[in-house]
């Protein structure tokens, strides 16, 4: 089928929880496929039977035989009496304008609340380990902006059974999807720029590495680099071609080296974080790496703002966590989080009622999970607050695309 005859108005989905491997189970993997996007498109108009859909995107119906097995086997669709129905949130361009709205009052009140109590912030974070290297605006941010608003958030509004945070899914993972209609670059920008919401994690051995921030463009962070890596070898077997088992072994190996390379970025960021600024040659000579890919290491993290390298000396620019910082996360949120469950309860039925037309409702998907989402753009637009008011850092966008 030719190229332009296929649907324009497609969805990007996303996920709170844990999507788990790049398998057939994987909600990133399934809902990318060809045609997905615009079944899931269609079919959030209105449920329709597989020869509706054929129609409606002018396809055979061998081509939406798969995307549509492969949706309903993790739930992302289900089949009634030969018709399909959307079972998760989708939200268009409409619902979007609804949510901006609906939720950037709140925003306001709760970043108030919040940077009335900086002095009491400010004196817990500037505790943390990497507080003697890091400037606080970005201690803050990941502190206040991540794991409180987002993480400690989302578990403290669950367990007060005001929203959903994930839920059981098939092949053995934990998440809620959603989906957003496609816009365009101006609506993305009023929507998107600066919203400060979006927390992507991986772990390895007692490490964990989180990028955060928004979404209006390309994360030089780790892992999402190595997530972008790792699914090149797909497309690589979908441009060039070669036999499946070749593709499986640069997928282990490039899975192999991104294990190897975090290991070693950890190690380097934890020495950095107890022994403060230290000489690229006392790196070297202390180190059992190989010379020459130390260096290009400690440039890529110079690149990547990870560290800043100055005359052969590097220091820690982002913050490095340990695991005495946990009590000062727990006293934070003890601070915050009972101010965000408190706002929240006092505006439920009123976002109850203003959503109450958005067309996840009209899927009826759960208001847990759609308030999830308003969560989401509520904490967002309160980050963007506050780093606007100077109390959370700001990220600069150092390359054109970059988030």
Not at 42 to 49: A, C
């Amino acid at each position: 089928m030719p190229a332009t005859l296929r649907l324009p108005k497609k969805v990007m989905t996303y996920i709170c929880g844990d999507g788990g491997p790049l398998d057939d189970f994987n909600p990133s993997i399934v809902t990318r496929q060809k045609w997905a996007s615009e079944l899931l498109y269609t079919l959030n108009k209105r449920p329709l039977s597989a020869e509706q859909v054929c129609l409606e995107l002018k396809i055979s119906r061998e081509e939406i035989i798969k995307p549509l097995e492969d949706l309903i086997r993790i739930k992302a669709i289900e089949e009634k009496s030969g018709v399909y129905h959307v079972a998760f949130s989708i939200f268009t361009k409409e619902d979007l304008m609804v949510l901006a709205r609906a939720t950037k009052q709140i925003a306001d009140k709760l970043a108030n609340r919040i940077y009335s109590h900086k002095k009491k912030i400010t004196s817990l974070v500037k505790n943390i380990s990497s507080a003697q290297q890091v400037e606080m605006d970005k201690l803050l941010f990941a502190a206040v902006g991540c794991f409180v608003l987002d993480w400690q958030g989302l578990k403290v509004l669950e367990d007060e059974g005001l929203l959903a945070k994930n839920k059981p899914q098939p092949g053995n993972r934990n998440y809620l999807l959603f989906a957003r209609e496609e816009i365009d670059e101006n609506m993305a920008t009023r929507l998107y720029d600066a919203m400060y919401w979006g927390s992507h994690s991986d772990a390895l051995d007692k490490y964990t590495f989180t990028s955060f921030g928004d979404h209006y463009g390309l994360r030089y962070a780790f892992p999402d680099i190595l997530w972008t890596l790792h699914a090149s070898s797909k497309a690589f077997q979908e441009t060039f071609g070669p036999p499946l088992w070749f593709t499986e072994k640069l997928s282990t190996i490039i899975r192999l080296f991104g294990k190897n390379l975090l290991r070693d970025v950890a190690l380097m960021l934890f020495r950095m974080n107890d022994e403060g600024p230290i000489s690229e040659k006392e790196f070297s000579r202390n180190e059992n790496d190989n010379e020459v890919w130390l260096q290009n290491l400690l440039h890529l993290l110079q690149d990547m703002n990870y560290i800043v390298y100055e005359k052969g000396t590097v220091t820690l620019h982002y913050p490095v966590f340990v695991a005495k910082d946990e009590k000062i996360m727990e006293e934070l949120g003890d601070l915050i989080t009972p101010l965000a469950t408190q706002i929240i309860r006092q505006n439920y039925l009123h976002l109850k009622r203003v959503l109450g037309d958005i067309t996840p409702m009209k899927n009826n998907i759960p208001f847990g999970e759609v308030l999830n989402e308003a969560w989401h753009w509520i904490f967002a637009q309160t980050n963007k607050i506050l780093a606007e008011k100077g109390f959370l850092y700001t990220p600069p966008r150092k390359r054109a695309g970059e988030a």
